[in-house]
């Protein structure tokens, strides 16, 4: 391949991406935060960014709640254990619960929506909603993590000393375990950001350190949604 096939491919990959509502979304979020970092709560033009950025954000959530919706109603694989599978719906009920009041938020920043007070009310609660479901998925990665692990120790002892590198099953399980990890990580660091945004531990959780941990969290989404590479063809 040439060097400017090579770009083509790079270019489409990153048009592919940036398609998406939920690369775009991520982006924003990550601009947001990092202002919110920038800015350590104080009054400014990093502060500015953050609030308009916030908002213009709730515009590529609209009717994203129906996903969570759609997901709470549909069938688990089989063999999912009962606890995992209540934490699974209960993460997409307050998801999209989460998702439905942040509408409602929306229109009451715009103007539409003239109740402050119960927008204002419904914004945190909404928040809570939020936080419950990054905890219940921080629950399900770590019992995920539990099943991955036990199968592919399970793979080890049928090789009985083989290269488990080599086998096309354990590969897999353990790609799909460095994902379940990295959405652990991120999870968990929703929680703290959750915490920042309803100021419930004001002295520890400040608006900069609710800053960095979603700026962090902003960028593992945008890793989390890149679009696979092709393989190279072998000559």
């Known amino acids: 391949m040439t060097t400017l096939d090579v770009t083509r491919a790079e270019l489409a990959l990153i048009v592919l991406y940036l398609n998406k509502a939920?690369?775009?979304d991520k982006l924003c979020r990550a601009i947001q935060y990092g202002s919110k970092f920038l800015s350590g709560g104080l009054p400014g033009t990093a502060q500015n960014v953050d609030k308009s950025t916030s908002l213009a954000r709730k515009v590529f959530r609209l009717f994203k709640f129906v996903n969570d919706l759609h997901g709470l109603i549909s069938p688990v694989p089989k063999g999912t254990p009962l606890p995992l599978v209540l934490l699974g719906k209960s993460k997409n009920a307050?998801?999209?619960t989460f998702l439905f009041?942040?509408?409602?938020?929306?229109?009451?920043r715009s103007g539409i929506y003239k109740n402050?007070?119960?927008?204002?009310?419904?914004?945190?609660?909404?928040?809570?909603?939020?936080m419950g479901?990054?905890?219940?998925?921080t629950l399900v990665e770590i019992g995920e993590l539990g099943r991955l692990s036990s199968s592919m120790k399970k793979i080890e002892k049928e090789l009985k000393g083989g290269d488990k590198n080599q086998n096309e099953q354990y590969r897999a399980k353990h790609?799909?375990?460095?994902?379940?990890?990295?959405?652990?990580?991120?999870?968990?660091?929703?929680?703290?950001?959750?915490?920042?945004?309803?100021q419930l531990a004001p002295k520890k959780v400040t608006p900069r350190v609710t800053g960095a941990f979603g700026f962090v969290t902003s960028l593992?989404?945008?890793?989390?949604?890149?679009p696979p590479r092709p393989k190279a063809k072998t000559p």
């Open 101 to 108: 009041l942040d509408q409602i938020v929306w229109l009451g």
């Open 94 to 96: 307050l998801l999209s």
């Open 133 to 137: 479901s990054s905890v219940c998925t």
């Open 22 to 24: 939920e690369a775009r």
């Open 175 to 198: 790609q799909k375990s460095n994902e379940r990890t990295l959405a652990l990580i991120k999870s968990g660091m929703d929680i703290v950001v959750a915490v920042g945004l309803l």
């Open 116 to 130: 402050k007070e119960r927008s204002e009310l419904l914004g945190r609660i909404s928040l809570f909603c939020w």
């Open 220 to 226: 593992i989404s945008c890793y989390q949604l890149l």
